[in-house]
């Protein structure tokens, strides 16, 4: 058995991959990058496919070429430790298509869907790919495994809310609706991908610039509040105005991508005002934090929600790597 486990958390628009410690979950050395799912689907379309290496192969390569930086990086041999992958690797448009778990889905994974890779000489190392879960209409890959190992955590603190609504935010931000140790339904709002579609391909890209995100200054704070406070408006209407924002020079370009930002995270947060007798707990990791905490507070939500520090939902994707090996009795 061995004393390391690769975690992947592969999702669309990013990769992460983390050596951990088998026996206390402690985090070695880690490798992000902006590969994200989509990013390797396209590059096999148009050089993997033309060449005619298969689909899986071309993701087994893009993996294997990060855990040997990891391996070197972390100056420890990697063949043989096994790598578990979960987020958009077992999509339609990842290293193999896995069928989802279905609702209501035990938060003690037992309902997880797995397929098993084993070692190849190319790749020396036994792979488990964790599907997803569906509803009647929707569908997720990752946020489950950090759903579980969350539950996890917040269990063993003896803090877990019985009935919940979990807020996962991302480029597909999650959701989750649990009760009583069950998910019972999500839902997906597309607002990091609207984001990253209208700053970087649509007309609206010549009036914003996301170089300035980190800087959560007094007047890029106020743009962002001044987007929050447009979010009970027509979405599709108010997006147009961060043109003539642009155009009448009542933002500047930096402060023009934090109203943009306010808006779309104001459209997906704001129907929680109707949901009034849910508890909500912000599961944020670091980059988006600041974004959700702030909207949390402007709509008035902040009274019935529990906030989960950012580092925390980094581990809680391990943990639920974990947790899902070892209810699959598998041998690492
Ligand atoms: O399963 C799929 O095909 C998805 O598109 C799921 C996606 O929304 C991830 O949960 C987050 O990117």
Known sequence: ?????????????????????????????????????????????????????????????????????????????????????????????GMDEIPYASLPFAMDGSQASFRHFDATETFPHELILISGVKSQEDVMRGEETQLIGLTALLDREGNRPNEAIFIFPGTHSKHMYVQGGQLLNFETYMTGEVFNLMASTSILKDSVDVSGFNDFSETHLAAFKAGLSEAGSPLLNRLFTVRTNQLFGNLTKQQNAFYLSGLLIGAELKPLQEKENWQLVLCSGTNLFPFYKQAIEDLNLAGRTTTIAAERIDKAAIIGQVILFQNQNLNV
Do not use: H
């Not at 486990?5 to 088998?22: A, Q």
């Not at 993701?59 to 987020?87: C, E, M, Y």
């Open 1 to 93: 058995m061995s004393t390391y486990l690769l975690c992947c958390d592969w999702g669309t628009s990013f990769f992460r991959l983390r050596l951990i410690n088998r026996s206390d979950y402690r985090l070695i050395e880690e490798v992000t990058s902006q590969q994200g799912i989509a990013s390797i689907y396209t590059s096999w379309k148009a050089i993997g496919e033309r060449s005619g290496i298969g689909k899986e192969q071309f993701f087994r390569d893009a993996l294997v070429k990060q855990i040997d930086l990891l391996a070197s990086n972390a100056g420890i041999k990697l063949d043989q430790v096994p790598v578990a992958v979960s987020g958009m690797a077992s999509s339609s448009i």
